[in-house]
């Protein structure tokens, strides 16, 4: 290694493979990049580097792992864990494949599309659409996350229920590996039981194992009919049965179940601009449903007014609406997609990235709000979310009145009491959004040692010289 090397020389160096004119050195330019999204991390760093090519990444991490260099990948900068963000020592070097933003190749007969692992999600997903295909990922963050980010932090998103999340929908992978070293593994096939797959060991590792440069993404065919409901609920235990009954109706044509408190229509009809409130008296709970089918326009009529009657009948439905246009689906999703953002104004929110077996959903509420509500009386729970996927983004807004820091102060603490009624239902405390620096100590205390001693093993193995990402997901003993 060669350490004895200046920074500043070896800045320069590395600078060298991409070109002045690709990196980013002066402190205003690279501030916004130095932190994540809600602000939870901010990092140093002294150089950005935007390469141009696959061969340029690898120069770039040949050079690193040769002088001890670390380097943290970071491509649209919308991940929520801090993973992408550099640690305080001043020492990481970001790498930004902002540059690398190609849609390499379209094949709608094959139904598959190779991007560049900097492509904006936003761009597959119209590049699809040109060849009247799907690439059904679908984000709020999609017009900025890009494909490296969204491989590496396994997305989710909203239809997962019927697609899957980032892991099934990719087929192959490029990869710089930590050493400088390219791997070709950008195969088309859905059969290839060749060894061990060492694609699934790149998506979710959160740049930690290596840069992802290139993918091979699944499309489908884009669905014929689409309907968007919105329904008025009593309870999640109503909820519940009500995705059942949709589950046995709509079969692969659910492609959406998603479930939202009163509160988090207040907090959007209060605080998003054009956001209404789409029913004519409030419920408890609500359920948002979408279903797309491949056949005809009229199958999904027929499947959605056949729910909801069969949901009133049940006695789970209060009251619903079918959107009556593309705007007004739109306008649903657009409910749903902002109840994050909705809850800013409203003070400090303590988040919460759960899953836990669908079937246990309302019992997770029941007693997580009732541990929450005693830890801190007044807090205003939030929890939304994808059901059908067992997943609940388990927001916590500060007490009306209360001292935003101090609030905020408490996040720790009704983490670990929210995790712990998590995990007793045998979920995950991190659904959709990766470990990164904020979930790292707490994942070594909730894997058994030997999980976590495989993790290390598969970490060393890759990264010798412990330059990828560090500091994120994994902290080597
Ligand atoms: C409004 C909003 C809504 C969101 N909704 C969802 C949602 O519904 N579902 C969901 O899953 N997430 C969601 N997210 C989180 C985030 O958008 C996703 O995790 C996204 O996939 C991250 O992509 P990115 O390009 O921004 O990655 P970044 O933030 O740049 O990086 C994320 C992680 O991946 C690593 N990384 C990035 N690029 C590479 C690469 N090429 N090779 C190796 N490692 C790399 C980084 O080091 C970091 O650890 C949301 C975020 C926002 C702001």
Redesign the pocket.
């Known amino acids: 290694m060669d350490h004895a090397q200046s920074k500043p020389e070896l800045l320069d160096r590395l600078a060298a493979i991409v070109g002045d004119n690709h990196v980013l050195r002066d402190p205003a330019d690279l501030a916004p990049r130095l932190v994540?999204?809600?602000g939870l991390y901010r990092g140093r760093s002294s150089l950005l580097l935007k390469p141009g090519s696959t061969e340029e990444v690898a120069a770039i991490m040949k050079l690193a792992s040769d002088t001890g260099t670390p380097i943290?990948?970071?491509?649209?900068?919308?991940?929520?864990?801090?993973?992408?963000?550099p640690r305080d020592t001043g020492q990481d070097v970001i790498?930004?494949?902002e540059r690398m933003n190609r849609i390499r190749e379209v094949d709608p007969v094959a139904n598959v599309l190779v991007a560049d692992?900097?492509a904006i999600?936003a761009d597959v997903q119209k590049a699809a659409e040109a060849v009247n295909r799907l690439f059904p990922l679908?984000?709020?963050?999609?017009g900025?996350?890009?494909?490296?980010?969204?491989?590496?932090?396994?997305?989710?998103?909203?239809a997962v229920l019927a697609y899957g999340?980032?892991r099934h929908l990719c087929l192959g992978l490029e990869?710089v590996l930590p050493t400088g070293e390219i791997w070709n593994g950008l195969r088309k096939l859905k059969k290839d039981n060749t060894g061990y797959d060492l694609r699934d060991l790149?998506i979710g590792?959160?740049?930690?194992?290596?840069?992802?440069?290139g993918a091979v993404l699944k499309l489908f065919p884009r669905p014929v009919g689409h309907q968007v409901a919105f329904a008025g609920l009593r309870s999640p235990h109503d909820a519940l049965q009500l995705f059942g009954l949709a589950s046995d109706l709509c079969g692969g044509a659910l492609t959406g179940f998603e479930l939202m408190p009163r509160i988090g229509i207040d907090f959007t009809t209060r605080h998003i601009a054009g956001v209404r409130d789409p029913l004519p008296t409030p419920h408890p709970w609500y359920a948002l449903i979408d279903i797309s089918t491949s056949d005809s326009a009229e199958t999904a009529q027929v499947m959605v007014q056949s729910l909801l009657e069969k949901g009133f009948e049940a006695g789970l439905v209060q009251d619903a609406v079918i959107a009556a246009s593309v705007a007004q689906e739109q306008a649903l999703w657009h409910m749903r997609?902002s109840m994050?953002?909705a809850q800013k104004p409203e003070g400090g929110s303590i988040k919460h990235?759960v899953s836990v077996p669908v079937s246990k959903i309302p019992d997770f509420m029941e007693e997580a709000a009732k541990a929450v509500l005693e830890a801190m009386p007044g807090a205003r729970i939030c929890a939304f979310g994808?059901l059908g996927d067992g997943n609940i983004h388990y927001n916590i807004s500060q007490p009306v009145g209360a001292d935003k820091a101090e609030f905020l102060g408490r996040w720790r603490e009704i983490n670990a009491i929210v995790h712990a009624i998590v995990l007793k239902a045998g979920g995950s405390i991190s659904?959709?959004?990766?470990i990164?620096q904020l979930k790292r100590d707490e994942l070594a205390q909730i894997r058994s040692p030997i999980e976590m001693e495989m993790m290390y093993r598969i970490k060393r193995a890759f990264d010798p010289a412990g330059i990828m990402?560090p500091g994120?997901?994994v902290s080597l003993p």
């Open positions: 994540e999204n809600r943290v990948p970071q491509t649209g900068n919308t991940g929520l864990v801090g993973g992408q963000t790498l930004s494949l692992g900097g999600l679908s984000l709020g963050s999609e900025s996350c890009r494909i490296g980010g969204n491989l590496s932090t396994n997305a989710g998103g909203t999340n980032m990869v790149f590792a959160e740049g930690t194992l290596g840069v992802i440069t997609e994050s953002d990235d994808h659904a959709e959004h990766g990164g990402n994120k997901v």
